[in-house]
């Protein structure tokens, strides 16, 4: 094998496809990236961890093809320091060398006939803008479960209702959902699937800026338990989790008694502010009335802080406290100028939606719901 390809194509296709790579492989070949150069002008990259497959395709000038398996982490911060010259891959005897300008590099070659068999890419279901995309699953993805206590609190709900896509998570103290167009190429009406929040949040990031996102859902996906993704020349899969999801319709609330509208920024940095007091798992209070939002954190001989934010108030006064790390996730992916904070009772969960002016209706295609934090009076 031999080719020659330009510095930056490499170390983007290198970064691309570590990201199927274990951080502890299960079986030593799988801390490579399988490397196949096809002598009509293509470099294909690949990775696997039985869970997660990640490849791309990139030109190359290839003067022998062949395929190689080398150490993937030791690759990728190889082809990042590299001089920006172009950069000559080839092999010799059992060992992969890599050359750019004065800089020469000899790699140990893995066993690659004992890498395992990567999924097929699988026909795309439908696409979807990829800055839609990628804005969708960060506002989601916020509130999924980061720990392993419930495995299915892990994962995105994505539900597909025609040309809708409805995304939800939740970690038992907040849910955020996001509904969203997409253009779907068959019928996918009524599917269900759970995708692990934090494969789907990488790959979103990752493919966002591409233009449009191919999804493959359900049967397109081979109907074996994955889901797939692809914008351009890079594709991805991953395993989906199994498991019924917990019905969670009935925590979004059917009324409301009171509603702030305030400007998000302000919010945020007045909520850090106060937060710097809050010990851990120690809530702040909001006061909302006519005019303003006092919020404060701290009692007793413990540190104190507190600061007021202009808002608009419609309903009664009420006062609420919430963890300050779960408020600023929702008002951190919000997306729009101005938030509007909608509630009933102190005890019951509050509902964050954004607008653009503070004068506009509610944007209610993004909806997180936050559970109050109980403080004495």
């Known amino acids: 094998m031999k080719f020659r390809v330009e510095r930056d194509v490499l170390a ?69 320091n590299l001089p920006g010259k172009p950069v000559d891959v080839g092999t010799d005897g059992n060992k992969v060398t890599v050359t750019c300008g004065s800089s020469r590099f000899s790699l140990l070659q ?11 890419s699988p026909e795309p279901s439908g696409s979807i803008a990829g800055d839609v995309f990628t804005q969708a699953v960060a506002q989601v993805s916020v509130a999924a479960d980061r720990s392993d206590t419930l495995p299915i609190l892990t994962g995105v709900r994505l539900e597909i209702d025609g040309s809708t896509m409805t995304m939800l998570a939740t970690d038992r103290y907040r849910l955020a959902l996001r509904e969203l167009t997409w253009d779907p190429s068959g019928s996918e009406d009524g599917l269900t699937v759970l995708v692990p929040a934090r494969t789907l949040s990488e790959t979103a990031r990752a493919l966002g800026p591409s233009g449009t996102v191919q999804l493959a859902l359900g049967q397109a996906a081979g109907g074996d338990g994955l889901v797939g993704f692809e914008a351009g020349q890079r594709r991805t899969t991953t395993r989906l989790l199994d498991g019924d999801y917990p019905k969670v319709s009935s925590i979004f609330p059917t009324s409301v008694d009171t509603e702030a509208v305030v400007e998000t920024a302000l919010l945020v940095e007045a909520v850090k502010r106060v937060a710097l007091v809050a010990e851990r798992n120690t809530p702040v209070r ?68 954004g607008q653009a002016a503070a004068d506009a209706d509610a944007d209610t295609s993004y909806r997180y719901v936050l559970m109050p934090v109980r403080f004495a009076s």
């Not at 970064?15 to 490579?32: E, F, I, K, Y």
């Not at 893995?110 to 999924?119: C, I, N, W």
Request: glycine share 10%.
């Open 12 to 80: 983007e296709a290198v970064t691309w496809a570590a990201r199927g790579l274990p951080s502890r492989p299960p079986v030593p070949v799988l801390a490579g990236i399988l490397i196949e150069a096809d002598e009509q002008g293509t470099l294909t990259l690949s990775a696997f961890d039985y869970e997660v497959s990640a490849r791309i395709t990139v030109a190359a000038d290839v003067a022998e093809g062949g395929t190689v398996l080398v150490h993937g982490k030791l690759l990728a911060d190889i082809s990042r």
């Open 286 to 353: 909001l006061r909302f009335t006519d005019g303003q939002v006092g919020i404060d954190a701290g009692t007793g001989d413990d540190a104190q802080a507190s600061e007021a934010v202009e808002c608009v108030l419609h309903g009664p006064e009420i006062e609420v406290a919430f963890n300050p790390h779960y408020l600023l996730d929702g008002l951190g992916v919000v997306g729009t100028q101005f938030s509007r904070l909608s509630f009933t009772q102190p005890s019951r969960p509050a509902v964050l939606t």
């Open 110 to 120: 893995m066993p690659s006939d004992e890498y395992p068999t990567l999924p097929v």
